[in-house]
């Protein structure tokens, strides 16, 4: 079993910056591709950003490419996603997620998903 617990998120005004972490336990997550989602009220959860097991590349929705950058830390244990340019459409639940071998969009392929951190962004 892997734990994924997310942390940074917060209140910020439009054009600021935020940190997310995902602490991982349970498990090594070197071999699993690890991607971030989001959830707004009434609305479905998408994609966001995955990174490769080995932090090699990073992959990105169109909505954030250019203003969110993916990383992780194996030795840590611990993805990151940090957040510039932030606009008040980026307001949502932030979850990471784990999926063995696999780093792409689908929800499905991902097994573990942490509980997700709030992020708001005042205009």
């Known amino acids: 079993q892997v734990q994924l617990v997310e942390s940074g998120g917060g209140l910020v005004q439009a054009g600021g910056s935020l940190r997310l972490s995902c602490a991982a336990s349970?498990?090594?997550?070197?071999?699993?591709?690890m991607g971030w989602f989001r959830q707004a009220p009434g609305k479905e959860r998408e994609f966001v950003a995955v990174?490769?097991?080995?932090?090699?590349?990073?992959y990105y929705a169109a909505s954030v490419k250019g203003r969110f950058t993916i990383s992780r830390d194996n030795a840590k244990n611990t993805v990151y996603l940090q957040m510039n340019s932030l606009k008040p459409e980026d307001t949502a639940v932030y979850y990471c997620?784990?999926?063995?071998?696999?780093?792409?969009?689908?929800?499905?392929?991902?097994?573990?998903w942490g509980q997700g951190t709030q992020v708001t962004v005042s205009s």
């Open positions: 997620a784990a999926a063995w071998a696999y780093a792409g969009a689908r929800t499905s392929q991902y097994t573990y």
């Open positions: 349970g498990r090594t997550l070197s071999s699993y591709g």
């Open positions: 990174i490769t097991w080995s932090g090699a590349n990073g």
